[in-house]
């Protein structure tokens, strides 16, 4: 995490001061691999021999299971979509727009370097409590940014049900209702490690710059598929820059 917190607070920097935050030096260059060499093409393979009737035929090799692309339910947790139901693709920008959802919500702060093990424990707290309550999440976790300086940042941990429930139960480990961002928003993938993701963060901060686009003071990040550690090459997240 020591790359990501110059370029999200970079980010803060250009909702504020606009096309002054350009003169700000970029980070190294991400050292991430590409998608093309996190998954790479399945190799062929000769058709097997004539078997040979003297030796027992040789056990089928087993198959690879490609993981699911950005946007889809990740393993284990069936039916949980993301807030737009088409993937977005590594690079590209797309325009969208964020519908409302209810969702659980806790608010939490965290440095930077501890920032995917405190976010986990955010998510895992929602889930517990949903469990509690007998409500099923219904939509994948999101970590909406309030606040970011050069130690940590603020944010709010989210993840989307179906109903909130009525009368809403009394507020307990900080868990409550409410719903997730929504309206006009630009969507900027990011497939790879969390480590890396302040590449993604200096395309946005640019795209930003280049078109004069005012967005709103904070960011979302939903984690398309389960947020493991700052390492995982296979991470999918979605940031969403809401635009004013």
């Known amino acids: 995490m020591i790359r990501l917190r110059p370029l999200v607070f970079l980010a803060s920097l250009v909702l504020a001061a606009g096309p002054l935050a350009a003169q700000q030096p970029a980070p190294p260059p991400s050292t991430a691999p590409s998608p093309a060499q996190t ?17 027992s035929p040789a ?3 087993e198959q690879a299971v490609a993981p699911p692309p950005a946007g889809q339910n990740a393993v284990g947790t069936p039916g949980r979509p993301t807030l737009i139901d088409k993937p977005g693709e590594p690079g590209d920008v797309d325009e969208v727009t964020l519908p409302t959802k209810p969702a659980a919500i806790v608010t939490g702060k965290t440095k930077w370097e501890e920032a995917v093990p405190n976010l986990k424990q955010a998510f ?9 309550l007998g409500i099923a999440p219904a939509g994948r976790p999101l970590a909406v940014f309030t606040r970011t300086d050069d130690d940590g940042f603020e944010f709010e941990a989210m993840i989307p049900v179906a109903s909130a429930p009525n009368p809403p139960p009394a507020e307990a480990d900080g868990l409550r209702f ?3 961002p929504s309206g006009k928003a ?3 993938a990011h497939h790879g490690s969390y480590e890396s993701i302040d590449g993604t963060y200096e395309t946005l901060t640019a795209y930003l710059d280049a078109k004069d686009i005012v967005v ?4 979302v990040e939903e984690y398309a598929s389960d947020l493991k550690d700052s390492t995982d090459d296979n991470l999918d997240v979605n940031i969403y820059a809401l635009v004013k």
Do not use: C, S, V, Y
């Open 39 to 55: 998954n790479p093409l399945p190799t062929t393979t000769a058709p097997n021999p004539a078997p040979d009737p003297g030796k």
């Open 59 to 61: 056990p089928a090799p």
């Open 124 to 132: 895992a707290r929602i889930e517990a409590d949903l469990a509690k």
């Open 178 to 180: 409410g719903t997730t």
């Open 186 to 188: 630009l969507r900027f």
């Open 216 to 219: 709103q003071d904070r960011f």
